[in-house]
């Protein structure tokens, strides 16, 4: 897979992009990510980018010339352009999926007050936000959308299946997860974890997983595939029936009380 980032800011992408999963991705040759300088498709002199809005209103505004020679630059038959805009639709693990089974990306990020209509409505396929706030520019988005991608790539992760077990992929959100020392500060790591009965660690992983998300996240649960002994757990939690905490300290126990109250 490729993918293109368009920005007038490339020293804001490189670093990430050479850094952890990302940085040995590319080098493995799992994902070709490249940055393009937005100016290098600006022409003049100055090499212009931007220019003040038709109407009056603060702020500068990307043209679309250098935007579209850049596009048309990068663009294959298999291509998809992707402005990144606050007012496109969200990214989720979902659009995370789709996007990754595409061949090639150009992800295109705007900045100052924004960019010219005419690039959503003729260059871009669509418009994407990574949530309902406002940033200085389209380069963190594009990246978080390069790291929600990538990851989900045969070999980038590592681990057999690993994308399919975290938060979102199986709609809903991982259960707790521990490591050594068994016990921290008077918490310790729960007994199933460490009794090596794997179909009963799985069972509540399962259960810590569903409680979790009933809590915080209990829209999910509308759009999840679950089995009818799952549908069976989330009444019980409706009735108020919650399952065992995931650790406990002494302090705890002393007091009689689960640390999820």
Do not use: C
Request: charged share 30%; aromatic share 4%.
């Amino acid at each position: 897979m490729r993918i293109d980032i368009v920005t007038l800011f490339p020293a804001m992408v490189e670093p990430a992009l050479a850094t952890s999963m990302l940085g040995r991705a590319r080098a493995r040759g799992l994902v070709d990510i490249r940055v393009v300088n937005l100016r290098d498709y600006a022409t003049g002199k100055h090499r212009v980018t931007d220019d003040y809005q038709f109407g009056g209103g603060g702020g500068m505004v990307l043209k679309p010339e250098p935007i579209a020679a850049a596009v048309e630059a990068l663009r294959g038959e298999r291509s998809r352009v992707i402005l990144m805009d606050p007012r496109g639709r969200t990214l989720t693990q979902a659009v995370a999926g789709e996007l990754a089974r595409e061949a090639h990306l150009i992800l295109v990020a705007g900045r100052y007050e924004g960019v010219d209509e005419r690039v959503s409505e003729m260059i871009a396929d669509e418009r994407l936000s990574i949530g309902d706030y406002v940033l200085t520019g389209g380069e963190l988005p594009a990246l978080v959308v390069t790291d929600a991608v990538a990851r989900l790539l045969p070999g980038v992760l590592g681990g057999e299946g690993a994308a399919e077990r975290e938060s979102f992929a199986a709609g809903v959100l991982e259960p707790p997860q521990y490591t050594r020392p068994e016990e921290f500060r008077g918490a310790r790591v729960p007994e199933v974890l460490l009794s090596g009965d794997h179909a009963r660690v799985a069972r509540w992983r399962r259960e810590q997983a569903l409680w979790l998300t009933w809590r915080r996240r209990p829209e999910l649960l509308a759009a999840a595939s679950l089995t009818d002994e799952e549908r069976r757990l989330i009444e019980q939690f409706e009735r108020g029936e919650a399952p065992a905490a995931p650790a406990r300290t002494e302090r705890d126990e002393g007091h009689g009380r689960d640390s999820h109250r």
